[in-house]
């Protein structure tokens, strides 16, 4: 209960830093960039915004639904699936996008692109027994 807690006062401050500083706090983990991405709640229908690393291949972006390999995925895989419209910010921009989840050629592609730069997700799918979806953000025109 406390871990919970904790972890999502963490992300609050998290999401707080990086919308006053247009990014350049948190806009970065490692070698991979952040962006914020706002999903709807598939049970309260409520507004949840969560910081994930990202590729960019123009115009879309990917994301991975790894929850640090855990047997459970993040609650923003499964609110997609529910409702696949969500906001992201990257920086100070917002942007509307459709997802979709990557197909097995389009993941295999960038499965080899997103260890390269974090090799941890390699990690992260040997510890887990789920396939770890990898999402494709399409920015709405």
């Not at 609650?75 to 920086?91: C, R, V, Y």
């Not at 997700?121 to 789920?130: A, D, L, M, N």
């Amino acid at each position: 209960m406390f871990g919970k807690w904790l972890m999502r006062l963490v992300m609050t401050i998290y999401v707080f830093l990086y919308r006053r500083t247009g990014g350049k706090v948190g806009g970065r983990l490692g070698a991979m960039p952040v962006l914020l991405l706002t999903t709807t709640g598939r049970k309260t229908g409520k507004k949840h915004t969560v910081p994930v690393m990202y590729l960019s291949e123009s115009p879309n972006y990917i994301i991975t639904a790894s929850n640090n390999g855990g047997e459970m995925p993040p609650a923003w895989w499964l609110n997609l699936k529910n409702s696949p419209q969500a906001t992201i910010e990257i920086g100070g921009v917002m942007s509307l996008v459709t997802t979709k989840q990557a197909d097995s050629e389009e993941k295999e592609r960038l499965w080899a692109q997103l260890v390269e730069k974090a090799p941890a997700f390699e990690g992260y799918q040997k510890r887990t027994q789920r396939e770890i979806p990898m999402v494709i953000l399409r920015p709405k025109s």
